[in-house]
């Protein structure tokens, strides 16, 4: 019989009042959706309770299987959880429930699961720039989602031929780039795609200025892309090292930021080269989106663009596209706000596109770890998120 270790985790801090009360409950069901995926059911008894006035995460893990990989199985599991966007710091807990006396909680060291500095996502500051621990959240559990779960624990995933190389990030409404530097932290190549030149040229400015001052050895160009004798946009691209070494072994990381409309993602990136597609909608507060093609109140169509404050029009446009993009097995991760659309409109988006949407359906009374990240980010944004799976 397997051995089973409690531990419990701080929830870190927000700077955020509205994010920081809601903390607590999206780090619940962040570790949810990711024991669901990645620990093969030996993460069990999630939960939460107060330690000394302040909120903590516990759960049960099952030691690793006994055999030659016990060691890796064990590192990955720290590393997973450590990896948790709630993650303040972590511990063992010992004695309580069922033992005399109050329960210990012992320190366990985080592993190491970040790259670079976490000023990476923290410096840049824009109106309707998205919270970091919630792109951290959205990008965790999308990849988590995929048929390689525990891709999540590192920078590298396999091939089917066996050759290893780092995960594949896209964010095809990237504004100035959060989710592209979330990926950057962990060691993955990322691409994005925005219609906004001046959020690209912004971004190729920032990345470049905070590569300079971090002394890392890079390379880096924004340049006018042609095809056919056609001006696509600007491109940005960025290759970089973690160390000299490997930046001159050409052991890089690879970011790029096109200026592009998203609904052309298929012309801008070879089909089935992305493991996740992770991205925040277009709120429908500070703008909307144009929807060109969509039904008047007369219920007739129209040719004209429409401005509307729903994200799914343009995403019913634009999935078809992404999902070209897609490996199999790979997952899309939507965040959107609730108050311009409802679930069930992305989830059937989602669906026409040929993906299969995570949660919903369960035939046991256990909550559904996939619908419980709705929050309140202000009183005009309710955000929720949604993942589907693109079948093998």
């Known amino acids: 019989m397997a051995r089973v270790t409690r531990y419990a985790f701080l929830v870190s801090p927000s700077h955020n009042r509205v994010?920081?009360?809601?903390?607590?409950?999206?780090?619940?069901?962040?570790?949810?959706?990711?024991?669901?995926?990645?620990?093969?059911?030996?993460?069990?008894?999630?939960?939460?309770?107060?330690?000394?006035?302040?909120?903590?995460?516990?759960?049960?893990?099952?030691?690793?299987?006994?055999?030659?990989?016990?060691?890796?199985?064990?590192?990955?599991?720290?590393?997973?959880?450590?990896?948790?966007?709630?993650?303040?710091?972590?511990?063992?807990?010992?004695?309580?429930?069922?033992?005399?006396?109050?329960?210990?909680?012992?320190?366990?060291?985080?592993?190491g699961v970040d790259l670079f500095d976490s000023d990476l996502l923290t410096v840049q500051k824009y109106a309707g720039k998205t919270n970091e621990d919630f792109t951290r959240l959205l990008v965790n559990v999308t990849v988590a989602a995929t048929d390689r779960p525990r891709d999540l624990a590192g920078p590298w995933t396999t091939r089917p031929d066996g050759a290893r190389r780092r995960l594949r990030v896209l964010d095809p409404m990237a504004g100035r780039g959060t989710t592209l530097n979330q990926a950057l932290v962990r060691g993955w190549d990322a691409a994005g795609i925005d219609v906004d030149a001046k959020d690209v040229e912004a971004y190729a400015v920032f990345l470049r200025t905070w590569l300079k001052n971090h002394r890392l050895k890079h390379g880096a160009s924004l340049q006018t892309q042609h095809r056919d004798g056609k001006s696509l946009g600007r491109r940005f691209a960025a290759t970089v090292g973690a160390t000299p070494a490997e930046y001159r072994a050409g052991e890089t990381i690879g970011v790029e930021l096109v200026n592009a409309d998203t609904v052309r993602a298929a012309e801008l990136f070879p089909a089935g080269h992305f493991d996740a597609i992770v991205t925040d909608a277009p709120y429908g507060v500070q703008h909307g989106n144009r929807a060109s093609g969509t039904r008047g109140r007369d219920g007739r169509s129209t040719s004209r663009d429409e401005l509307t404050r729903s994200p799914v029009p343009l995403l019913s446009r634009a999935l078809p596209g992404w999902v070209r993009l897609l490996r199999r097995g790979g997952t899309v991760g939507i965040a959107w706000n609730v108050k311009v659309a409802p679930r069930r409109d992305l989830v059937d988006a989602l669906t026409d596109?040929?993906?299969?949407?995570?949660?919903?359906?369960?035939?046991?009374?256990?909550?559904?770890p996939w619908q419980g990240f709705e929050h309140r980010v202000d009183q005009a944004i309710q955000r929720d998120l949604v993942v589907a799976r693109k079948p093998r």
């Open 353 to 368: 596109a040929g993906l299969e949407v995570l949660g919903g359906g369960r035939d046991d009374a256990a909550p559904d």
């Open 19 to 111: 994010y920081a009360q809601a903390a607590p409950r999206l780090a619940l069901a962040e570790l949810s959706a990711v024991a669901e995926r990645a620990f093969d059911g030996r993460l069990t008894d999630v939960g939460t309770t107060t330690l000394g006035g302040l909120p903590y995460v516990t759960f049960a893990l099952d030691d690793a299987p006994a055999g030659p990989d016990a060691a890796t199985v064990e590192a990955t599991d720290l590393a997973l959880v450590s990896t948790l966007s709630s993650v303040y710091a972590l511990f063992r807990v010992e004695g309580g429930r069922d033992d005399a006396g109050e329960a210990v909680l012992r320190p366990v060291a985080r592993a």
